[in-house]
């Protein structure tokens, strides 16, 4: 795979097609979990999944759109117009050399300007053609878990149990919907910083929602570029 640890000679010599990106954040995650948690995980998965498709992997973004998160200690967030300047840079940058895809794997839920940013580039007939990809639309059985909850919780168990404090992770889920994140962010709907049930998190649970991420990423790779390569040379009515 190649990647930060390659050369440029070695990047030349492989003229990988598709390039992976993992879209992290900086942001609270309550009492038991560390800030770059996002982050975290965008690192570990996309380089699986970059490994498993023998593409190019990028170092993930460790800063995104976190606004929902303002007034936490510790939280730093981008505008969504800077996250949609970044990803647009590192396209044209990596189309320099030849790349044709970038899968942007996205691992916080509030970068909402990643749908309109790509859709633009795409529409704009540019390459590299860029994929959306949520990973958590990937996961099975994840209900109400929306933040710092039984599912994070259960990933980081199982991949890095030390970066855990397990005995101060607190359950809650407010009573109100996701949409309401919108109007009174995270501070005015869970004070704790959670979403969820992190008190019933188990490293198990972790090993299998991670694999179902990275599978979810891998086959959803696959496809969108099989039919980005249909529709190279096709023409509208
Ligand atoms: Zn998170």
Redesign the pocket.
């Known amino acids: 795979m190649n990647g930060p640890e390659s050369t440029s000679f070695e990047v030349k010599e492989a003229a990988c097609r598709l390039a992976v990106l993992g879209i992290g954040?900086f942001?609270q995650?309550s009492y038991h979990l560390p800030l770059d948690?996002?982050f975290f995980f965008a690192s570990e998965m996309s380089r699986k999944v970059a490994e498993a498709l023998k593409a190019f992997y990028l170092h993930a973004l460790p800063y995104s759109s976190s606004l929902a998160h303002k007034g936490f200690s510790g939280t730093v967030l981008l505008k969504p117009e800077t996250v949609k300047r970044i990803i647009w840079d590192i396209a044209e940058s990596v189309s320099d050399w030849g790349v044709r895809y970038l899968a942007v794997i996205n691992?916080?839920g509030g970068n909402f300007i990643l749908n309109p940013a790509i859709r633009e580039w795409n529409m704009a007939g540019r390459l590299p053609r860029i994929m959306h990809i949520d990973y958590y639309r990937g996961l099975s059985d994840t209900g109400a878990n929306l933040?710092?909850g039984e599912m994070?919780t259960s990933m980081m168990l199982y991949l890095a149990p030390e970066r855990v404090r397990f005995e101060r992770a607190k359950d809650y889920v407010p009573p109100f919907g996701r949409e309401d994140l919108t109007h009174f962010g995270m501070l005015g709907t869970s004070p704790t910083g959670v979403w969820g049930y992190p008190e019933r998190a188990t490293r198990e649970k972790g090993e299998r929602w991670f694999e179902e991420g990275v599978r979810y990423c891998r086959i959803r790779i696959g496809e969108l570029m099989e039919k980005f390569d249909e529709m190279e040379g096709a023409q509208g009515p």
Request: charged share 30%; proline share 0%; hydrophobic share 20%.
């Open positions: 954040s942001e995650h948690t996002d691992f916080h933040h710092a994070e």
